[in-house]
Structure formats: C-alpha cells, structure tokens
C-alpha cells in the first residue's frame, strides 16, 4: 500500500509539472544542474517501483531475493537523496560567488561524507536478514535483522551533509547578498526552496535517527524510505 500511494503521487506530481518541465528545462543549456534535475525527477519513478518490487506484491522470493530487491529500493533511494544534495551543493557554491576554495571544500566534502555513508550502508546490507510474511495470499519481505548503528550512521551523514551546504548558503546570504534580498525575486526563491528542502530532509534524517535507535525491534525501519 505504501508503495502504491508513494508512486501515485510521484506520477500525478510529474503529470501535473510536465508542462513546465518541457518549458523550462528542455531547451535549457546542457549542464550539471540540468543532469542532476533528470536524474532526480526520473529517478524517482524507477525507486517506486523498486520499493513496490520488494515490499509487498505476490511472488516467491527467496530470502537472498528479499535482500536483494530491498539493496536496489534502499540504493535508489540514495541515490536520490545524493543527487538532490549535490543540486544544493552545486546552488552553495554558486551562491557564494563561485569562489576557487569554496567549490575545492564543497567537492572534498561531499565525496567523503557520502563515500563513508554508501560504505556505511554497504555495512548495513551484510547485517540484514529477512523472513519472508504471507499476509492474504500475498507474500512480503519483511526485514527482521540490521544494524541500527550502522544505518543511524548513514542517515547521520546525509544530516551533516546538508547541514554544511545550509551553513553556507547561510554565509552567502548574510555577507555576499545581502543587499539584494529585497530586490531579487529569484534570489529569494532560490533562498526559499534551499531552506525548505534543508528543513524537510532534516526533519526526516532526525526522525529516523530517533526511531532507530529508541523505537521497538518491529518499528525501527518504519520512516526509512
């Protein structure tokens, strides 16, 4: 049911945004910001149907199938969250006046925040088990068994991935654009959506961390996806 509610919303959004996507992106100039808005937008499709794959429609997995059609939900899944951090990295940097230093300190950090949660979450897969629950004829993978250390630490990367990106749009905003706040609708749009993401994946890479750690054995995963 999750699974079907995520990917009917993710479809009627695309429906609906289509129009502008066409409008606004297809004509614009190739490069990493328009690569990194097709990866996220599409990408999305792809990780709904992995996550109905592995949570709940009829088959005859075995264990070792549960695990794997829940690495590529779960890896999907990251690659999402990467790809749209790398969009609020990519808006720091040009934020702060595309400076030298900045982009050599944005770079060193996101490969190695990231390289150590995608090694955290390698980790994690080789700590988890599944059973499988047949619930009305329909078999699901349920998973039973995973290091909440490990997976508390990935959710903890993308936290402070976010958070430095944050810090220096903040920066930016208080000693390079200050006087044009007021006066730069797009300045401001641009300040507007970085917050709004920054507080909603915060939100949610808080929580987890939270229910990981301190919710019973069968809650522990609930808000992962």
Known sequence: MQ???AYTFATLDFVQTFPEEV?????????????????????????????????????????????????????????????????????????????????VYIVAQFIAIHAAAFILMLKFFESSKFTKWDVSNIRICLQT???????AGVFASFLASITVAMSIMV?????????????????VTFYRDGIFYFISLAAFASVNIVIIWIAPAGYKFLLTQ
Not at 56 to 83: H, N, Q
Not at 145 to 151: A, E, I, M, R, Y
């Open 3 to 5: 699974a079907v509610v």
């Open 23 to 103: 409008r606004l992106m297809w004509g614009a100039p190739f490069g990493l910001p328009k690569v990194l808005f097709f990866a996220v937008r599409y990408s999305v499709l792809v990780n709904d149907v992995f996550c109905g794959l592995a949570g709940g429609f009829p088959t005859e997995y075995a264990d070792k199938d549960c695990l794997g059609a829940w690495k590529r939900s779960a890896m999907t899944s990251v690659f999402i969250v990467v790809a749209a951090e790398a969009i609020l990295f990519h808006r720091a940097y040009a934020f702060s006046g595309k400076r030298t230093g900045i982009l």
């Open 145 to 151: 068994q995973g290091s909440v250390t490990l997976l």
């Open 171 to 187: 920066y930016a905003a208080i000693y390079e654009h200050r006087e044009f706040n007021t006066r730069s609708p797009l300045l």
